[in-house]
């Protein structure tokens, strides 16, 4: 039982690149979530699933594209990459609302 | 849309004392509350929730208590120890089903 998984762990990209955050879960949870986390920002919400089929923006979500791409899989897309993308991404999953949310390890994105 | 305020944004304490972070949230449909800590470098994990319908809830040396009338939660923890040292997030549902979170508080215990 892995929880939520997220690929890769690192990476770097160059201004204007493209790249997929995946994020995985393996407890059966109807809703997912992408987080940002940013120094003395907490952590904000960039989108979410709460169910299947659909998504929602959150609080701040200029830049990023999501996919709920089955009841698993939620990926997060920047189409072309600026240094303000510059974060520690997290993904995050809950058997429904008002429930404990489990995280993913994080995802540690430079831009350069 | 909702939104959730923590303070302090840091806590500096001396091993044995006790640490209080509070928070406040704006949607009164809200009637979930969690509280992560985040050790460096590591992922957010649940320490304690508490729901609409209760006014304090205690596990061993952390308690949280809500004020729903006032829209505050608060987190004590008693006896500090080196290993509570952390960042602590409080947050708070959403009436659209999205999770919302304080901005945090770094808390530092001291030996």
């Known amino acids: 039982n892995a929880g939520v998984t997220q690929t890769p762990k690192f990476q770097v990209l160059k201004t204007g690149q493209s790249m997929t955050l995946q994020c995985a879960q393996d407890?059966?949870?109807?809703?997912m979530y992408w987080y940002r986390q940013d120094p003395g920002m907490g952590l904000r919400l960039i989108y979410y699933?709460?169910?299947?089929?659909?998504?929602d923006k959150g609080e701040v979500p200029n830049g990023y594209n999501v996919s709920r791409l089955n009841k698993r899989e939620f990926s997060l897309r920047l189409e072309s990459a600026a240094p303000s993308q510059t974060s520690v991404y997290f993904c995050?999953?809950?058997?429904?609302?008002?429930?404990?949310?489990?995280f993913g390890q994080g995802t540690r994105l430079t831009v350069v | 849309g909702e939104n959730v305020e923590q303070h302090p944004s840091t806590l500096s304490v001396q091993e044995g004392d006790s640490a209080v972070i509070k928070c406040t949230y704006s949607?009164?449909?809200?009637?979930?509350f969690p509280w992560y800590k985040q050790e460096l470098g590591k992922r957010p994990q649940l320490i304690i929730d508490?729901?609409?319908?209760?006014g304090e809830k205690k596990d061993q040396r952390i308690a949280v208590t809500l004020n729903k009338t006032a829209k505050h939660f608060s987190l004590h923890i008693t006896e500090t120890q080196p290993e509570d040292s952390a960042v602590y997030f409080c947050?708070?549902?959403?009436?659209?089903?999205?999770?919302?979170f304080g901005k945090g508080t770094k808390l530092s215990v001291k030996p």
């Open positions: 995050a999953s809950s058997e429904g609302t008002h429930i404990e949310a489990f």
């Open positions: 949607d009164s449909a809200s009637n979930y």
């Open positions: 699933s709460a169910s299947e089929g659909t998504t």
């Open positions: 407890m059966n949870h109807n809703s």
């Open positions: 508490i729901r609409s319908n209760v």
């Open positions: 947050a708070a549902w959403g009436s659209q089903g999205n999770l919302i």
